[in-house]
């Protein structure tokens, strides 16, 4: 019997904010310090899930100039209404609350509008019976906008603001279901003791009665495989069941489990009892879905860089100029030029992908005749894994919070050579305690490995680091121009 497999969007995927248009789902993610930001899913099943894009995929869309790690990008959220998708978010680094457009999901989106009078973070869209359409923020507090001029109207207020003792009131979503308004937020923080209350009331503005039940859902306090849980959005099914997403992480390698692909979006049943929703398990398997499922297209495990574009999967630190990277010089070869910035800083050319397994495999052809520059997992500017090469060297270069070390080199023919990093979980390795263990080396022409390091993977893990974030995994320059045939991400 098929079932559901828990997380529907693995790896840093956090803060999910889904709608329905007829029988297609969609669905938005933070994006931090990357660019291009937001990534957006397409599922007919709400299980499986295609990236067709980025929201903000131009730098008029989206400046990160001095974005820190984890600062940048937060919650977006996305609606449908007359036949425009409608994309609120907050730029924490510059642009602040923003507002985007588009007919079409996969884009173009438009240029954004500036929303000077929305406070906070966490922007939510909902409209009442006559049009008007209400903003709730993080906080909580509620304005109404007019979304043709980003103009708020009338001053913000506070509505309900959740359980009284629990801190970090945020990601709210106002919705009209049945005789009332709801008002669901995430509360206690993102980190275990996440969880997601709700209240309701006759108006978009309240007066809100909190569900008697409250937190509807929440793994604090338990054993549960999946923690964190919080930071949701609802939805109906295909048979219009009701569903919801949410946010939630994995930690590995024992107590306190160290979590390494950031928050990831799980998927969980809400049914409804006395006009409250209650919400199921987020299960790492849930019972099949009374529909079918569709397959995702998953980006091919290699790419050869033989098209004139990146594919959506492929993130950069805060923009990514044409000049710096290039996938047609020559054709067939992704180019980076650095900027006079390692890893160490977030003004490196990079450009990676999310790792989303706790197992996976990861190599690259690279050319560093040109220049130096390698292979890395990252978590932010402190926390990085690479290795790297230089014109008959390599070395494994391993950064921890203040520490920078060359942990091995070695010499290597001249010419192009595969890196290679193999992520291990520290269940396979019986003998270790931690999430995982990074191995990094190189193969030679007949593909032999020659592991020049193992490193442990708790220090790219979100317990160690804090963020917002998770693993990338990807291509960097160094110093002058590096460039790489192919990316191979393989899962076990
Ligand atoms: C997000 C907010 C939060 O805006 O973290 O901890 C922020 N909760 O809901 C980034 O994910």
Redesign the pocket.
């Known amino acids: 019997m098929s079932v559901i497999e828990n997380p529907v969007l693995s790896g840093f995927h ?2 999910p904010s889904i709608c329905r248009v007829g029988e297609d789902y969609y669905l938005v993610c ?1 994006s ?1 310090e990357y660019f291009p930001g937001v990534p957006i899913f397409h599922s007919r099943d709400l299980v499986h899930w295609t990236q067709i894009g980025n929201v903000l995929d131009r730098p008029e869309q989206l400046r990160l100039d001095g974005a820190r790690s ?1 600062g940048g990008i ?2 977006p959220t996305l609606r449908h209404r007359a036949g425009r998708f409608h994309l609120i978010v ?1 730029n ?1 680094s510059g642009q602040g609350n923003i507002l985007v457009t588009a007919t079409d999901p996969a884009g173009p989106w438009s240029d954004p509008i500036p929303l000077p009078g929305v406070p906070g ?2 922007p939510d869209l909902a409209w009442d019976e006559d049009g008007t359409c209400w903003c709730t923020v ?1 906080g909580v507090k509620q304005v109404r906008l007019d979304l043709e001029t980003g103009q708020t109207i009338g001053e913000p207020r506070a509505v309900w603001s959740g359980t009284p003792a629990a801190k ?1 009131p ?2 709210p979503h106002l919705y009209r279901i049945g005789e009332y308004w709801y008002l669901m937020i ?1 509360e206690g ?3 275990r003791g ?1 969880a997601v209350s709700i209240a309701r009331g006759p108006a978009p503005d309240g007066p809100f009665e909190p569900c008697p039940a409250n937190p509807i859902l929440t793994h604090r306090g338990t054993d549960h495989p999946v923690q964190n849980t ?2 949701a959005d609802l939805v109906q099914g295909p048979d219009d069941s009701w569903w919801m997403v949410l ?1 939630g992480v994995r930690p590995g390698g024992g107590t306190p489990g160290w979590h390494v692909l950031g ?1 990831e979006t799980f998927l969980a049943p809400v049914t409804w009892a006395d006009g409250w929703p209650v919400v199921g398990e987020p299960a790492l398997e849930l019972p099949a879905s009374p529909w079918p499922l569709q397959p995702p297209v998953v980006p091919a495990r290699r790419d050869d860089f033989d098209d004139s574009r990146l594919g959506p999967q492929w993130i950069s630190l805060r923009d990514r100029p044409e000049e710096d990277c290039a996938t047609k010089e020559p054709p067939g070869w992704l180019t980076l030029r650095a900027r006079g910035a390692s890893l160490d800083g977030l003004d490196v050319m990079f450009v990676g992908r999310r790792q989303q397994d706790r197992a996976c495999r990861v190599r690259t052809l690279i050319d560093a005749s040109q220049g130096d520059g390698g292979l890395a997992v990252r978590l932010d500017e402190q926390h990085h894994y690479e290795i790297e090469a230089r014109a008959g060297e390599v070395q494994v270069i391993a950064r921890i919070g203040p520490l920078r070390s060359v942990v091995a080199s070695s010499a290597v023919p001249s010419g192009p050579t595969v890196l290679r990093i193999d992520v291990v979980p520290t269940e396979q390795i019986t003998s270790r305690t931690g999430p995982d263990h990074i191995v990094l080396g190189v193969e030679d022409p007949d593909g032999v490995f020659t592991s020049l390091a193992e490193l442990d993977g708790r220090y790219l893990s979100t317990e160690v680091a804090g963020g ?1 974030t998770g693993r990338v995994i990807g291509m960097y320059a160094a110093t002058g121009t590096v460039r790489f045939d192919w990316f191979d991400y393989e899962r076990p």
């Open positions: 956090p803060d933070s931090f984890s937060y919650a907050t924490v973070i966490d993080a970090a945020e990601a995430a923080g993102t980190e996440h919080g930071h946010l928050r917002f």
